[in-house]
């Protein structure tokens, strides 16, 4: 039997329609694939269609903790992509049953219909970690290897784009507070990558560009610390603000009250997860399971953020530095 050519091949891509899901989508559409995006509310799922052909992006209703609604979401698909996680804890939405369990589920279906899959975890995932979030992302690692041992791991830093949750949301508490925090001292090292460069490399998996069974870490041009970030914030929206080192002990405290809200901007956990660098390992590098590795030309922080950060200055477009 003859391979399936690009407009032969569906792709079933669970959680699509998300900050990440667009870029992929978009970055699939533009290779021709066919695309099912999987998620919870498909009716809300329309500013996808534009991004291909009349058909071509189909969106269906698909819930992790249903087996029966991820099986019928896989069903007679070539490969699939899953890309949903979560950030914080909130009602139904846990760590666990999410990135854990969900992920789990998502392999034993592809598994079932003998379609490759590429999972998106996250630099940092580690079964010994203080932060659920980091176990429950190794832990959804294993289960996957465990129900498909070819399975194609990706794990990035921090992603930016226009509707990130990093660089938005600080530059948002920067509008309105006198001080940002330097979280344990501002010294943990990040690695932010641009969404529409893990959203090509995920494509190039897809393709078939990379090593099978491998554990993938994305990283972009820059590695710079938590403070670093702050300044270039606040350098980007041109406002003046305090940067006060805050110890880690302190800031879980105040996380803990944070936590509360509906969007924190910050939890206990996620104190937890900078107590670490965030960057791309030594031996990722060495063995080319980088963005590097598969032939990507990197986009810069300077080159995007302020693309979409200008909306937090005071003159907005109209930088008060152009006369």
Not at 152 to 175: H, K, M, Q, W, Y
Not at 176 to 192: N, Y
Not at 238 to 258: H, T
Request: with cysteine; net charge positive; proline share 6%.
């Amino acid at each position: 039997m003859a391979a399936k050519t690009k407009l032969e091949t569906l792709v079933t891509v669970f959680g699509g329609s998300g900050f990440l899901g667009r870029h992929v989508v978009r970055a699939l559409a533009n290779r021709q694939y066919r695309i099912r995006v999987a998620v919870r509310r498909p009716e809300l799922c329309g500013h996808l269609r534009p991004m291909g052909r009349v058909g071509q992006i189909h969106a269906v209703q698909a819930n992790l903790r249903y087996p029966d609604s991820v099986a019928a979401a896989v069903r007679d698909c070539d490969i699939v992509v899953n890309l949903v996680g979560i950030l914080f804890e909130r009602g139904r939405q846990r760590f666990d049953a999410v990135q854990t369990a969900g992920a789990e589920a998502v392999a034993l279906a592809a598994s079932a219909a003998s379609a490759p899959l590429v999972h998106i975890s996250a630099i940092g995932a580690d079964e010994n970690s203080p932060s659920h979030y980091a176990r429950s992302k190794a832990e959804g690692e294993r289960l996957v290897l465990a129900a498909q041992s070819g399975a194609t791991i990706v794990r990035p830093s921090i992603v930016f784009g226009p509707e990130d949750d990093f660089f938005n949301r600080f530059a948002a508490l920067a509008r309105m507070a006198p001080a940002l925090p330097l979280v344990g001292g501002g010294h943990t090292r990040m690695q932010p990558v641009f969404a529409g460069d893990v959203a090509e490399a995920i494509a190039k998996i897809v393709d078939g560009d990379a090593k099978p069974g491998a554990i993938y870490e994305l990283g972009g041009p820059d590695v710079r610390t938590f403070k670093e970030l702050m300044e270039f914030v606040l350098s980007t929206i041109e406002r003046r603000r305090l940067l006060v080192p805050v110890p880690f002990a302190v800031m879980k405290l105040q996380a803990m009250l944070l936590a509360l809200l509906p969007k924190p901007p910050i939890t206990p956990d996620q104190v937890e997860l900078l107590k670490h660098d965030n960057v791309v390992s030594d031996d990722a590098r060495r063995d080319g399971r980088t963005l590097e590795g598969l032939g990507i030309a990197l986009e810069s922080m300077a080159a995007i953020v302020p693309t979409y950060l200008w909306r937090f200055r005071k003159t907005g477009q109209f930088s008060a530095r152009t006369v």
